[in-house]
């Protein structure tokens, strides 16, 4: 398949594209990177996502796919015999896997961005123990899914790593600001292990971005959450 | 083998009628269980630990969460029994997913400002649901249903909002068929389906319930 035929808009920050360019590398899937300048949409992206202007958005022979988990699934379908399968076979399996996925989005990583928009200490610690007690939940998901294996796919990368896994990066950066080990061998000694792990994997490794860069970025993103905390009700 | 299927629900609620209609197109057989949501059951915490939530679909003693997740399951674990609520075809599978998503996104949200707001805040919620609901329009366009020929995924999870349009037309005195006749067509469509017409409550009660809420949430 020509690379042009599947092009992937988005940009080296975002956990979701992330979520998009790892589930293109598990299944080998060759395709052009359109990055995203940082503080403006392209004309391709707007006209791509009219909906939610968001990216990514993945483009197979110039059709639109939006929303990074229904990527993920689109890619796992499309190229279903490449690698390993994404999803687990089993019906009940998917719908756990899925389940949690949404958890991490609409739970989780609003309480991330809380920490992120803090305006003051407390305000911060109280997103920050938000944050712990989702991964409190997914540690203990992770015992229950692996089943004593190094992913909550089992042997192998799945959707709910790949949904958890995007966020890996800014897990870290947030680490660093606060001089806090949200992963740790005494509450999140599955996870702690899962995150080396999954870092390592040769369809992250290379797209995983590097911590520093993103905490430089950060600054950013944090001026941004603070603006739009700050800014009178609609 | 028996098998067992239990649904905990609340009858008002657009979520928990979606795996209703659902089963009901498997031609799954189950026990429903209504919820006093003030009054949660212990079965309900225990099943669904995080978001202590309806709907929720207990199979075999196992529980599944989330509404739209729930409808997928039910399609995947009975895919024998009657036609996919989800299109073969990858890409129309996504769009499918896709327009699922944006309705779980904003359809109750804006449902909700309408009859818990007044003044600006409430005129601003009845352009956002229209909004909603001709973009909707538009992506049905002049099919029978979302699906095509066939009910399914989209149409499943937006039909039963209906029952809640009296509510949200009383309260915030305007007519959504005025501007979304094609959209209303489709859901009356929907409602000859019996899956449909079984399940959805009628809408004079819903409105009576939402007056209750109203005042409940100190609404004026």
Same mark, same amino acid.
């Given at each position: 398949? %020509? ?43 707007? $006209? ?37 399968? #994404? ?8 719908? #756990?896997?899925?389940? @949690? ?5 609409? !739970? @989780?990583?609003? %309480? ?16 920050? %123990? ?18 004593? !294996? ?6 192998? #990368?799945?959707?709910?790593?790949? %949904? ?16 806090? $080990? ?22 992250? $490794? ?12 950060? !600054?950013?993103?944090?001026? $941004? ?10 | 083998?028996?098998?067992? *299927? ?20 498997? +031609? ?32 075999? +003693? ?16 009975? &895919?024998?029994? +009657? ?34 707001? &007044? ?9 956002? =649901?229209?909004?909603?609901? &001709?973009?909707?329009? /538009? ?12 009910? /399914? ?22 007519? =959504? ?15 000859? &389906?019996?899956? *449909? ?8 009660? *819903? ?11 100190? *609404?004026?």
């Amino acid at each position: 398949m %020509a690379k042009s035929d599947v092009k992937l808009i988005g940009a080296w920050p975002s956990p979701f594209v992330l979520r998009a360019q790892i589930a293109l590398n598990l299944k080998s899937v060759e395709y052009e990177f359109l990055e995203e300048a940082l503080g403006s949409k392209s004309e391709l992206l707007l $006209k791509s996502n009219p909906v939610h202007k968001k990216m990514p958005v993945l483009l197979h022979h110039d059709k639109p796919i939006c929303e990074s988990l229904i990527i993920v699934e689109y890619i796992q379908e499309v190229w279903a015999s490449s690698g390993p399968s #994404i999803l687990p076979s089993d019906p009940y399996e998917r719908a #756990i896997a899925r389940f @949690w996925a949404a958890y991490v989005d609409e !739970k @989780w990583f609003p %309480a991330m961005k809380g920490i992120l928009g803090a305006q003051d200490d407390e305000a911060r610690k109280a997103a920050v %123990a938000q944050v712990a007690e989702g991964l409190a939940l997914l540690e203990e998901a992770f015992q229950k899914i692996s089943k004593g !294996k190094s992913f909550f796919g089992g042997d192998h #990368i799945g959707y709910l790593d790949i %949904a958890f896994g995007g966020f890996l990066g800014w897990l870290r950066v947030i680490e660093g600001m606060g001089g806090i $080990k949200l992963l740790n061998e005494t509450e999140t000694p599955g996870l702690l292990k899962w995150a080396d792990d999954f870092a390592a994997h040769p369809a992250v $490794k290379d797209v995983l971005p590097d911590t520093e860069k993103l905490a430089e970025f950060s !600054k950013v993103v944090i001026a $941004k959450l603070r603006a739009a905390a700050a800014a009178p009700a609609k | 083998m028996a098998e067992e *299927v239990v649904v905990l629900g609340f009858w008002a609620s657009m979520f928990a009628m979606r795996v209703k209609v659902a089963l009901a197109e498997k +031609g799954v057989e189950y026990e429903y269980r209504e919820e006093d949501l003030p009054n949660k059951t212990s079965l309900l915490l225990e099943m669904n630990p995080v978001h202590k939530k309806i709907p929720v679909l207990i199979h075999n +003693g196992k529980p599944v969460c989330e509404s739209a997740n729930i409808v997928q399951y039910i399609d995947e674990a009975w &895919k024998d029994r +009657g036609p996919s609520f989800l299109p073969c075809d990858p890409y129309q599978k996504a769009q499918a997913r896709f327009w699922v998503d944006y309705i779980d996104k904003k359809l109750y949200e804006a449902g909700k400002n309408i009859w818990t707001t &007044k003044g600006e805040e409430q005129e601003a919620a009845k352009k956002e =649901i229209l909004e909603i609901l &001709k973009l909707l329009e /538009g992506e049905l366009g002049d099919k029978t249903y979302f699906g095509g020929e066939s009910f /399914g995924f989209v149409d499943i999870n937006l039909v039963t909002f209906y029952c809640w349009f009296l509510t949200y037309e009383t309260i915030g005195n305007f007519r =959504i068929e005025a501007e979304c006749p094609k959209l209303i067509a489709w859901f009356k469509r929907c409602m000859l &389906k019996e899956s *449909v017409s079984q399940t959805l409550p009628d809408p004079k009660k *819903v409105y009576e319930f939402c007056l209750f809420l109203q005042k409940y949430f100190g *609404v004026e």
